[in-house]
């Protein structure tokens, strides 16, 4: 009786474990949904001081059925300083980028796992200081030049990331977002935002 117990117990304990993960179906009440958030991560790119840095963004989505999702954003990174003490020594200010990526969704009974492909643009000023004579660039003491100007970028977006359910309309969204191939600088980052579905 003991054992016949025990193992009833374990097959309900299975089975409620087994259909929190279970892959549901849910109703699209509105396609459209819009969000904005913060993140911190990693910048790679030569002759940069600062490898961490934060950013916030702002995004608006359209999803055209359960699975699939067309989302356009915008956002700003920090500044970040160049090298210290050495040269060349780069610098990245006053960056704003604009992105387009496709994602694609699994709804479980809890969450939504999602991964992202996509496309970024940045546009940023870029100052390099370096010990090269340089006609395009200024004097800037003890033998340097600095070369200052605009600079943009194009680079890939991949992600993954969940989202969580707070009520119908509020949704809290966590992924990390990985930008690669860019000719200045990729970033790899967490980042965390409310989504307000329509």
Known sequence: MLRT???????????????????????????????????????DADHVDQE??????????????????????SG????????????PSVAIDHNYNVSASLLGFAYYSEFAAFY???????????SKVQQQEDDAC???????????????????????????PMSDALVTRLEWISQLGGSDFNQHQAVASLMLKF
């Open 138 to 164: 200024t004097p800037w003491g003890n033998g340097l030049t600095l070369c200052a100007d605009g600079e943009s970028q194009i680079s890939y977006l991949l992600g993954l990331g969940a989202e969580f």
């Open 52 to 73: 961490w840095q934060a950013n916030w963004y702002v995004y608006g989505g359209y999803r055209f059925d359960t699975v699939w999702a067309l989302e356009l954003a």
């Open 76 to 87: 700003k990174y920090a500044d970040v300083d160049g090298v210290k003490d050495s040269t």
């Open 5 to 43: 117990s025990a193992v009833c117990l374990l097959m309900l304990h299975s089975s409620a474990f087994a259909s929190s993960w279970e892959l549901v179906n849910p109703p699209l009440t509105s396609p459209f949904y819009v969000g904005a958030g913060v993140g911190y991560g990693q910048m």
């Open 116 to 126: 992202r492909l996509g496309i970024q643009y940045d546009d940023y000023d870029k």
